[in-house]
């Protein structure tokens, strides 16, 4: 059964940094690549940034490229966003899944991050 769990969001200031964590299990990690996604309230679930299976390839949405960046570890089967310059556009909830077209159907709870002054 796959699980999919993100940690590490929270309130910040705008300029400020977090650094979220995604557990996965259920599936063979190092064989898929992975994305984190956001949603923002009232909005579509938004693709935010892709890391191919051995880390050799990452893509990032323009809004975040620059400012965020996107990596794991095989070995914990653990994907990890670091956001940086943080802005408020940037509040969401942010989760991580299998890239693009290899989705998994169950999504975990999502990790909240808001920034505000």
């Known amino acids: 059964q796959v699980q999919l769990v993100e940690s590490g969001g929270g309130l910040v200031q705008p300029g400020g940094s977090l650094r979220l964590s995604c557990a996965a299990s259920?599936?063979?990690?190092?064989?898929?690549?992975m994305s984190w996604y956001r949603q923002a309230p009232g909005k579509e679930r938004e693709l935010v940034a892709t890391?191919?299976?051995?880390?050799?390839?990452?893509n990032y949405a323009g809004s975040v490229k620059g400012r965020f960046t996107i990596s794991r570890d095989n070995a914990k089967n653990t994907v990890y966003l670091r956001m940086n310059s943080l802005k408020p556009e940037d509040t969401a909830v942010y989760y991580c899944?299998?890239?693009?077209?290899?989705?998994?159907?169950?999504w975990g709870q999502g990790t909240q991050v808001t920034v505000s002054s």
């Open positions: 890391i191919t299976s051995t880390s050799g390839n990452r």
């Open positions: 259920g599936f063979t990690f190092s064989t898929y690549a």
């Open positions: 899944n299998a890239s693009p077209g290899r989705t998994f159907g169950s």
